[in-house]
């Protein structure tokens, strides 16, 4: 019975759960526990264990998996480079998402939150571009996380050049270089019961791999709304690959690249009643103009509805006329206002509501697909010019912006047919 009320007394402490941890481990460490505090019987352990936090500790170092390499797993921290660059390239330092903040919960003995500090490095971001809070319930991974010397274990992922250009020989190991070192802070904590975050919304990007699968479904659960939390709109959020399946599609949308187990936090209604959680905030007069906007739109739309405009319609073919007084036209001046104004999830969701009264809306999807870009989704970017182009195929904008995504991503074959498109349609329009 005290073996049952010491896993408890874990499940509750870490979250760590016998079923998905396995009970033989976890019995392997109690009495590996007991063996060191000379307790000759479970209940002795346990009573032991509930008047003293240090023995606590010590039982939650035997039983957590520091397992980690550098690179585990490699795509995660290729669109971790894409992602962040764009985001970087994006907004500029006097903007409100720099530096680039970014989590690694559980970093274990660093090679994670290392591993993106080269990644940023590497890309050409320095230090103060960026940082980088790195959290693990176990002293002792933090210990060799500080050290930063690592053996050829932790190198298994084969990024050589990596390890040429960041690390120093000593002896048989590798030590990090101190500018490396120097974008990781570290320190310890418990994703179950410790406040991680500074603020709601603080992290662009979230790093959680490999340690959801150690609790149940309640707990995941929990902590993934604790995540979310956390997470800016449109962030990203990194999780195991045996971890995928448990994120709420109705918070993330998933970035649709194999093996990158990786999702963007949405932009969704409930940011929207809770504007002042949202780090895409206007300052206050900017909500005053967004409060207007809402109104004017929702005259504009209602007006819509209730003219039956063919005025409105004739403009749909020229996509690209965007000075016309028609009622879309004037919706999408009210659009490109807030971008400019760099209220960009605002804008963002003013197309959705736009989009419900007209669902096969091309400019509101091309406007969609220039907000995600400007928020460094270019992937998702991508996705919504597609859906423009396929409801206006002649759409110019939406064609020279696919052009511009291909191109980055290096698909040269379609950057040059999305821009013969995008000249036969400009010449159809002349
Ligand atoms: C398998 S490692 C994952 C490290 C890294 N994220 C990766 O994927 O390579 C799991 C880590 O979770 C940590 N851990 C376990 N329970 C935790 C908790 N409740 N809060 C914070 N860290 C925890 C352990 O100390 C261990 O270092």
Not at 50 to 77: A, C, H, M, S, Y
Not at 121 to 140: L, P, Q, T, V
Request: charged share 30%; proline share 3%.
């Amino acid at each position: 019975m005290a073996f049952v009320h010491i896993k408890n007394l874990l499940y509750k402490s870490i979250g760590l759960h016998s079923d998905t941890v396995g009970e033989s481990s976890i019995d392997r460490a109690i009495s590996q526990r007991m063996h060191v505090t000379n307790c000759s019987n479970a209940s002795a352990y346990y009573k032991l264990l509930k008047g003293d936090k240090q023995e606590l500790g010590e039982l939650i170092e035997e039983v957590v998996v520091p397992e980690t390499w550098f690179f585990r797993n490699i795509t995660p921290f290729e669109v971790l480079r894409d992602n962040a660059l764009n985001i970087y390239a994006n907004t500029g330092k006097s903007e409100k998402n720099y530096p680039l903040k970014i989590l690694s919960i559980p970093c274990s003995s660093g090679e994670e939150p290392y591993s993106i500090a080269m990644v940023l490095n590497n890309s050409g971001m320095k230090k103060g571009d960026f940082i980088i809070d790195a959290i693990d319930i176990s002293a002792r991974a933090l210990k060799k996380s500080r050290r930063a010397v690592y053996g050829k274990h932790s190198f298994r992922e084969k990024e050589m050049d990596f390890q040429d250009k960041y690390f120093e020989p000593v002896r048989s190991e590798f030590r990090l270089l101190k500018d490396i070192r120097d974008c990781v802070s570290f320190r310890q904590g418990n994703i179950i019961t410790d406040p991680i975050s500074p603020a709601d919304e603080y992290y662009d990007i979230i790093f959680c791999r490999n340690l959801l699968i150690y609790f149940n479904r309640e707990t995941q659960r929990k902590m993934l709304n604790k995540l979310s939390l956390m997470l800016k709109c449109g962030g990203l959020l990194f999780v195991g690959h045996a971890e995928s399946g448990q994120i709420d599609k109705n918070d993330f949308t998933k970035i649709r690249i194999a093996k990158a187990f990786s999702f963007r936090k949405k932009m969704n209604d409930k940011f929207l009643t809770s504007p002042a959680k949202c780090n895409d905030q206007p300052v206050n007069k900017l909500r005053d103009i967004y409060d207007q906007l809402v109104e004017v739109t929702k005259k504009d739309i209602e007006l819509s509805k209730k003219i039956n405009n063919p005025k409105y319609k004739s403009t749909k073919n020229n996509k690209n006329d965007v000075s016309g007084k028609n009622i879309g036209n004037y919706f999408f001046e009210k659009i490109d206002l807030l971008i400019n104004e760099n209220c960009l999830l605002d804008a963002f969701r003013l197309c959705e509501k736009f989009l419900e009264e007209q669902p096969e809306d091309s400019d509101a999807y091309y406007y969609l697909g220039l907000i995600s870009n400007l928020r460094g989704d270019s992937a998702g970017a991508e996705e919504l010019l597609r859906k423009a182009i396929y409801l206006s195929p002649g759409h110019c904008n939406a064609l020279a912006l696919s052009a511009d995504l291909a191109e980055k991503r290096g698909d040269e074959d379609s950057a040059k047919s999305l821009r013969r498109r995008e000249q036969k349609a400009r010449k159809r329009s002349s």
